[in-house]
């Protein structure tokens, strides 16, 4: 098994987004990050799973909400590495990222 690593600007994207659901619906952002969260767990298991977006990320549909986790596979040190989880209408956003040190680096 895999463990998961997540950027911190990962973090934030999470947390962003389940406060504009709680702001929709009490409890929403709870039930999201629940599901994040069931997501990664997965990925723990069997990190390729999903194929290849963009070079070396690779992208976890959720499948309630319509977001998606972005990750890369770390072989040597058997990490998955969480680098954004975004809705899926920004997924393009994400392949103009800078990249630093092997990894996309998510600046705001």
Known sequence: M???VMLPVAKQDIAEAARWY???REKLGKRFTLHVRQKINLLKQNPYVSANRYDE???AVLDVFPFM???IIDVRQKLTVIVAVLHKSQSRFV???PRVSGFVVFER
């Open 95 to 97: 392949e103009k990222r």
């Open 69 to 71: 986790i972005h990750y």
């Open 2 to 4: 895999y463990k998961a």
């Open 57 to 59: 990320v690779r992208t």
């Open 22 to 24: 709680n702001s929709k």
